[in-house]
């Protein structure tokens, strides 16, 4: 099975740093995705990390440490705009890369 | 900048009926994907379908549910017999490659089932 946590909710700064974490028990691994969900759209995606290590992205940054089974999402400089769902989703080793997802961190940034 | 397309956006069904769900995926991708997700709980996985058939399926994908490629373009997701727990937002996702990372969601279907 395949289980995946992170926190529910969280509230943040415009301008300020925040760090979304993620941990993993799955029966396979092949890739750990972040995507951004804005209440009633469709999942974005925002970052892809397969091997240990930190991936930056402008500014956003996905870490990833495999034997851990952790994972974090980094956002800088806050925006307003940056309120939305983020939804860590790994990705199982068989054949067709189905996505298997967390609940998702409601971020909510105030002035 | 292609964009996956999903019909109808809103569906109003009663119990028992059938639904169609439909997606026009982007057509350079040969990967594709039905997601859905209950108001207020996560993206699940549904079903998996490449070069004409299905790759993998999830427990929720019972034989209520079909998908079809029918002419190349359109996919779609068919329920035989709704159930109000069958209400939620379908999204269908593509994805152009298997050693590519991205998949790219379509706006989704609300689903209602009353």
């Known amino acids: 099975g395949q289980n995946i946590d992170q926190p529910t909710e969280m509230t943040a700064t415009e301008g300020a740093i925040v760090q979304i974490n993620c941990t993993y028990q799955?029966?396979?691994?092949?890739?750990l995705f972040w995507y951004q969900q804005h209440a009633g759209e469709a999942p974005t995606f925002l970052s892809y990390n397969v091997l240990d290590g930190l991936e930056e992205k402008g500014r956003f940054s996905s870490f990833l440490s495999r034997s851990k089974g952790y994972s974090y999402l980094l956002l800088k400089e806050l925006q307003m705009k940056d309120s939305a769902s983020y939804l860590c989703?790994?990705?199982?080793?068989?054949?067709?890369?189905?996505?298997?997802f967390g609940t998702g961190t409601r971020l909510t940034v105030i002035p | 900048e292609p964009e996956v397309t999903q019909t109808p956006s809103h569906q109003v069904t009663q119990m028992g009926q059938e639904v169609i769900l439909r997606c026009v995926p982007i057509s350079n991708h040969l990967y594709f994907y039905w997601y859905r997700q209950i108001l207020g709980q996560k993206v699940e996985f549904l079903v998996s379908f490449y070069n004409n058939e299905i790759s993998e399926k999830s427990e929720i994908f019972d034989d209520q549910f079909s998908v079809e490629r029918p002419d190349g373009s359109n996919f779609t997701l068919k329920i035989r017999s709704t159930k109000l727990e069958d209400s939620a937002m379908y999204f269908c996702?593509?994805?152009?490659?298997?050693?590519?990372?991205?998949?790219?969601f379509g706006p989704g279907t609300r689903l209602t089932v009353t």
């Open positions: 799955t029966s396979g691994f092949n890739g």
């Open positions: 989703a790994v990705r199982d080793q068989t054949g067709a890369n189905n996505l298997f």
């Open positions: 996702a593509g994805q152009r490659q298997r050693t590519t990372y991205e998949q790219y």
